[in-house]
């Protein structure tokens, strides 16, 4: 049962523009959110995170908005630009649990 | 500080083989969680261990098994394998997963297994 969803495999962006990456949850227990970025042949990188008491996070080009009541959070990159191409990975978890719950990802790739 | 680091980074087994995979955590993280990652499944979580202790499992077989020792180091162990099998492996280190503290996980490269 997957618990995080990603619905969308793949996006392509052109460089400059905003990318939006979706995610939802139905667990309502999770109350921690992470975005990770994978490129092949590593291991996912953490990129932001953001905790149920806030609805948005901000980092530079990136932030997370968390609407808790739809159990839906997203990512958006703005600018994008072609070193932002990779898998990114939704992740979730509970306070009282020890276990991140990851979506099947979804391929970005920003067109020069 | 050096990254989380795992051995090998490529395996090639045959089915009914068995494997162990090595992980190394983060100096001072005593939280290590082990994931597969498949095309389409995203990362499926195997189980963490905290002070050489199993805290949590998930939905795999009981060919898979694990261990931590008192360095926190972490190996993985996968018996009787199967073509299924085959996957990325990925190890992740964090301070503490539990209680009151969110601590992103870092993860490994990851050994990518190959079952024939």
């Known amino acids: 049962d997957q618990q995080v969803k990603q619905n969308s495999p793949s996006l392509s962006v052109q460089e400059g523009r905003i990318s939006i990456l979706n995610c939802d949850y139905t667990n309502s227990m999770f109350d921690y959110f992470l975005w990770y970025k994978k490129y092949p042949a590593e291991g996912p990188t953490f990129l932001i995170s953001?905790?149920?008491?806030?609805d948005k996070n901000e980092d530079g080009r990136f932030t997370v908005f968390l609407n808790k009541s739809a159990k839906h959070l997203s990512l958006h990159i703005v600018p994008s630009q072609p070193g932002d191409s990779a898998v990114y990975f939704c992740?979730?978890?509970?306070?009282?649990?020890?276990?991140?719950?990851f979506g099947t990802g979804t391929s970005l790739t920003v067109i020069p | 500080k050096a990254g989380v680091t795992q051995t090998p980074r490529y395996l090639i087994k045959t089915r009914g083989q068995q494997v162990t995979l090595s992980c190394s955590p983060i100096s001072g993280h005593r939280s290590v969680s082990w994931y597969q990652q498949t095309p389409g499944q995203g990362l499926q979580f195997l189980f963490e261990?905290?002070?050489?202790?199993?805290?949590n499992k998930g939905n795999f077989p009981g060919r898979f098994s694990g261990r931590q020792f008192s360095n926190s180091r972490s190996e993985m162990n996968v018996s009787t394998l199967e073509l299924g099998d085959s996957a990325l492996y990925l190890c992740?280190?964090?301070?503490?997963?539990?209680?009151?503290?969110?601590?992103?996980?870092?993860f490994g490269p990851g050994t990518r297994l190959t079952v024939l």
């Open positions: 953001i905790s149920s008491i806030k």
């Open positions: 992740a280190s964090s301070l503490n997963l539990q209680g009151t503290d969110y601590n992103e996980q870092f």
């Open positions: 261990y905290f002070s050489e202790t199993q805290r």
């Open positions: 992740a979730a978890s509970a306070l009282t649990g020890n276990q991140f719950y």
